[in-house]
């Protein structure tokens, strides 16, 4: 499987592309899919002053909670999903954000997703097998050393080691256009078929806890409607992958004016949530230049997040494409 794998990979980079991406995508899928649980803990180094700790647990389907457990202003930050409730906590600032309705991709979204993905790095990489036998966490791993097929921004080389019988991410080392790291994650430990409990993906918050909650199932209301009720400039992106478009806009059941704007499509997800700009906590994360600001790209198992402000409206873009194709995303929102 190993050897078929790294073959494929190989033949996609030279060509074919459509074929192998299929292939590989049914490979992937079905390698994430014979996941039932596990638990972990994680380092990341490149997202704040220090290397930052978190906790990991997942239950199939889709349902996950990432905590992070680095002592200082971050600790005990939640990121989780039960199945159809998103909840992110912020302990020190006593905030939460909950977005019900997110419902998980079926397994042919899932496998449409992956697809898309796979062709994505099959036209912007070349791929090198290093090693068949690596260890990472103490599973077996495939280390791949991944190059720019072409120059594009965030297009930078990397090193990924995935696990051997599921295809899991244990590692990945990114290098900067200027030679020096970037940013890096790894799987400190990692056991699969760890007992797991429903609850702890449902999150039990403070009572004393703001609370700011969507749900997406909700009836949407009009671009019209929006700009004329909240109280921010209400921005929508200029630039979107094929197929996705603005599909739903969703006020908060809050008091305070707040929208999430959904985006998705056939298994990829794109969420941008909007509301007034006011002085909050630097979110942890990786700070990048965005046309006349600064955004915070986070990652956060398979999503990735950026936050930033303009014109005086906070925007927070959440999605499970590839962090490029994110930033781009991000930058044409006006």
Request: aromatic fraction near 16%.
């Given at each position: 499987m190993k050897s078929a794998t790294a073959l494929v990979l190989a033949l996609g980079a030279m060509g074919c592309t459509d074929v192998w991406a299929g292939n590989i995508a049914r490979d992937v899928a079905a390698g994430l899919k014979s996941i039932d649980t596990y638990r972990g803990t994680t380092k990341e180094v490149g997202i704040d002053d220090a290397p930052v700790e978190r906790s990991v647990v997942y239950a199939k389907p889709y349902r996950v909670r990432v905590e992070t457990t680095t002592p200082g202003p971050h600790q005990g930050e939640l990121f989780s999903f039960d199945g159809n409730t998103t909840t992110l906590y912020y302990p020190q600032l006593m905030f939460a954000v909950r977005i019900r309705g997110a419902?998980?991709?079926?397994?042919?979204e899932a496998l449409h997703h992956i697809e898309r993905l796979t062709k994505t790095d099959l036209n912007a990489y070349t791929?090198?097998?290093q090693s068949e036998n690596a260890r990472v966490a103490g599973q077996p791993a495939l280390d791949w050393v991944v190059r720019p097929a072409v120059r594009a921004p965030y297009r930078m080389v990397?090193?990924?080691w995935n696990h051997a019988g599921t295809t899991l991410p244990l590692k990945m080392q990114f290098t900067g256009t200027n030679g020096a790291p970037w940013?890096?994650?790894?799987?400190?430990?990692?056991?699969?078929?760890?007992?797991v409990d429903a609850a702890e993906f449902t999150p039990t918050l403070p009572r004393n806890t703001v609370v700011f909650d969507w749900d997406l199932d909700a009836t949407p209301i009009s671009l019209d409607e929006a700009r004329a009720t909240m109280n921010f400039p209400v921005q929508l992106p200029t630039r979107l992958p094929k197929g996705h478009e603005v599909r739903a806009i969703v006020p908060s059941e809050h008091c305070l004016p707040m929208i999430a704007v959904a985006m998705d499509h056939d298994g990829s997800q794109l969420l941008l949530i909007e509301s007034r700009a006011a002085p909050t906590g630097t979110p942890l994360g990786i700070s990048i230049p965005l046309g006349d600001t600064t955004a915070t790209l986070s990652f956060l198992g398979s999503?990735?997040?950026?936050?930033?402000?303009?014109?005086?409206?906070?925007?927070?873009?959440?999605g499970n494409?590839?962090?490029?194709?994110?930033?781009?995303?991000?930058?044409?929102v006006k």
């Open positions: 419902h998980p991709p079926t397994d042919a791929f090198q097998l990397h090193r990924v940013y890096s994650f790894e799987f400190t430990a990692l056991k699969f078929g760890a007992p999503f990735t997040s950026l936050t930033w402000q303009r014109e005086g409206t906070q925007l927070t873009l959440t494409l590839d962090f490029p194709a994110m930033i781009d995303i991000a930058a044409s």
